[in-house]
């Protein structure tokens, strides 16, 4: 029942960044576990494998062009701080079960430094709320955030991780 539970989670990417990381990360998240668990089977790890990989080769699409490392929804200028972390989320976890080009860890990773602010933080470009209203500083959850997608992609000694934990500290 479990494995069948689990099978019924994989689902074929489609649609924007948003949607596509929607289905990819969770078959990185079920193939992962069923590694860890020694629960796979060769059919089953076939089928994971391969939502994955065309779930890569989706989100590589929405990459915006002139903005290395940079994601948005549709992969249109300008790129998202928050939706690039996201995906520097789902890249790194997806690197312990499928190919994910270092390159491609190392630039968005660089895309975000060059986002920092001098004081260590970052400045959200996409703003959400439940009532649509924007009264609340989102700086302290966007700087959190991004650095614990940096701090979790392996660069936790990175100066850039560094500053911002220095400015949250001080707030």
């Not at 948005?72 to 079960?97: H, Q, R």
Request: hydrophobic share 40%; aromatic share 10%.
């Amino acid at each position: 029942e479990v494995l069948a539970g689990l099978e019924g989670l994989l689902q074929m990417p489609y649609g924007c960044f948003e949607q596509t990381s929607s289905a990819t990360y969770p078959n990185v998240l079920v193939l992962d576990y069923l590694q860890r668990s020694g629960m796979i089977n060769p059919r089953l790890q076939l089928q994971a494998e391969n939502l994955i990989s065309l779930g890569y080769q989706r989100l590589l699409s929405f990459e915006v062009p002139g903005e290395p490392g940079g994601f948005s929804l549709f992969g249109d200028p300008p790129a998202e701080t928050m939706l690039t972390a996201y995906g520097l989320l789902e890249f790194s976890d997806m690197a312990a079960v499928a190919y994910v080009d270092p390159a491609l860890i190392e630039r968005t990773v660089d895309f975000l430094a060059s986002r920092q602010n001098s004081d260590g933080s970052w400045t959200p470009t996409m703003l959400y709320s439940l009532d649509g209203s924007v009264d609340v500083d989102s700086t302290l959850a966007a700087t959190a955030y991004i650095a614990w997608g940096m701090a979790d992609a392996g660069y936790v000694d990175d100066s850039t991780v560094r500053q911002a934990v220095r400015f949250l500290d001080r707030q």
